[in-house]
DNA sequence: TTGTAGGCGTTATCAA
DNA sequence: TTGATAACGCCTACAA
């Protein structure tokens, strides 16, 4: 079975009009007659004509396509995001090429590759956890193509990023525990080469600070958040001597936490209080319902998506270092509701 | 910002070295000497030089990527058959291109145009829900290309299927709740213009029949299986006279329903057992837990990645027209246990 | 409105 | 082992 490939050439010598005409009318060109329009196109039809999109990019630098690279496709916040950069792209008339990088530094620096020799015109990522080198976003760069960093942002200088603000909402669901009594807060800390991990961090630190709550090193379990980390990160737990509430990073590894608590017998939010992050559609139907921070999943792909053909439309003369800051939403639910 | 792309003719003019030699030392082609291939090879990184894929796609007629079309990537059986065929595909030296159809035909018809112009190698799919052509996949064939269909099957002749027996599985689920005692069962079918759902439902009729029960068509309801379907159906289910038992074909639907009735005074298994279908990971975590089929995800998804580069590799001799049948697993929880 | 000619960056064939 | 040349399929000045 041969590649019988239908090319203009074909179509030209069927109609004795030369390809360039039988192009500018493939294309919609205005420099066409409708008539001789009328005549290709339905030669083309007849023939099962397929524009090869490979010699257009080539021939027109253009592809028409831009990269995501996400850590997993399976994370409710990516998938939803991606949905967001889906439908940007769609409108603008752009094809998606979607890859995860497992949160491996050397895939994404293999993907980064790819995406490069593939001439998308743009990429938008959100970094792997143990990315802490951006030599292959440099390089990138220096070809003059844009990238933008989403959720995860990036210490690169001249960078865009569209994130949330992780310090001012750790700091936030900290308080939530504390205003609900706790004292004794464990802190599930995920890696803090990455810098969305580190505000987290950070919030948690500044929300006891204020409110005069000792922070103890020896409350901060650091890991990569999965689900067997939580479990571990239980029965830390119960070694310590006193534990009344937990803010974790994610809600993968709260969601598994509890469950192992709740199998040895603690009370959830009686004994310990729970506060998660990224709004799994898991911590809603748990029980008891999971406290979390819905991030502004769909939008921040939208906007990225937005910010990134805004880039590419002014060919570089816009590659400005902005960080678009969206706002989350701290959605209280059981596992956190100690005062009635 | 110009676009600086370095080609193979600019290390060539930098080394006075012909380009033809500057590609096959790229290739590494053992017809270079080893000191001329370093030579180029430093230059090459001294210049930045990144391949451009498009070209030498276009000269060799072979793009070494596959495209991969799924209803959703956000389900839990997409994205683990996605991880599995990606690592099959790094194996093979494959790039994949994961696309998403949202269930959609006319979305689905022009990813596979897509597909087709980008002259990926082969194309892996799971048909969208509302497909009933199969024109767009007969175009695709036509030009002597691979496509091979999982999970949910294609009545198109000549076509290479790998899925589960559903009308097996159908039938083991219904006769698993006959077992617990129910006599009433309610069926949540999927859309009947997808052979997968039509062989679930079949399933469900022969378990009625080998026990004597009756098959009434008002207990069986037919939808899109979403979140809000399962609410509509749960409505439904509290109208009729008796309901002792659910078969659902997805956890989605069963779960927003159980929460449905759960909330009207329903006791679950005691009332009404249910059964769903995915092993989504909220199944394990709601209460109560839900009995569901664990399809084989991650193995399909390796296994049809594996037969798609046999079809690849034969170049057009081995398009048989198979069917590769894998054993799904029924995976008993509290939702379904009537009897201790 | 249509045709002519050349090139995008790579690789394959042939010759040296 | 290396070089010269043409071609993959398309698009776009420029000319007619």
Redesign the pocket.
């Known amino acids: 079975m041969k ?1 019988n ?8 010598k069927a109609l ?12 919609n ?9 009328d005549k290709i196109i339905s030669k083309a039809n007849e023939l099962g ?8 990019k ?5 592809t028409h396509s831009i990269g995501v690279i996400v850590p997993r496709i399976s994370r409710h916040f990516f998938s939803s995001a991606i949905a967001g950069i889906e439908e940007t792209a769609y409108d603008a008339g752009y094809d998606v090429i979607i890859c995860q990088s497992l949160d491996d530094y050397e895939r994404e620096k293999k993907l980064m590759n790819t995406m490069l ?1 593939n001439r998308v015109d743009g990429v938008l990522i959100s970094i792997s956890m143990k990315t802490t080198e951006h030599d292959h976003f440099k390089e990138y760069q220096k070809q003059g193509l844009p990238i933008l960093f989403f959720d995860r942002p990036c210490a690169l200088a001249n960078s865009t990023n569209v994130i949330i603000d992780d310090f001012k909402i750790g700091k936030e669901v900290t308080e939530h525990l504390i205003e609900q009594g706790c004292k004794d807060i464990v802190h599930f800390s995920g890696p803090q080469t990455s810098q969305l991990y580190q505000q987290r961090t950070k919030g948690f630190k500044a929300a006891l600070e204020k409110h005069q709550l000792p922070f103890r090193e020896e409350y901060v379990f650091e890991s990569s958040l999965m689900k067997e980390d939580g479990i571990e990160m239980a029965k830390k737990i119960l070694a310590l001597p006193k534990v009344d509430g937990v803010v974790s990073s994610n809600d993968t590894s709260a969601i598994s936490a509890m469950q192992h608590l709740k199998e040895n017998g603690i009370r959830i939010p009686q004994d310990i209080a729970f506060v998660g992050f990224s709004n799994e559609p898991v911590s809603a139907v748990f029980e008891p319902s999971l406290t979390t921070v819905k991030q502004p999943d769909f939008e921040m792909g939208k906007i990225a998506a937005s910010l990134l053909f805004e880039q590419i439309k002014s060919e570089g003369n816009l590659r400005i270092n902005q960080t678009k800051i969206l706002e989350p939403e701290l959605i209280i639910r059981n596992s956190s509701r100690k005062k009635s």
């Open positions: 590649n490939n239908v090319t203009i050439h074909d179509i030209s004795e009009i030369d390809s360039s005409t039988v192009s500018r009318a493939l294309n060109s205005p420099r066409v007659s409708q008539k001789t329009k004509y397929q524009r090869n999109s490979l010699a257009s080539l021939r027109t630098n253009k020799s």
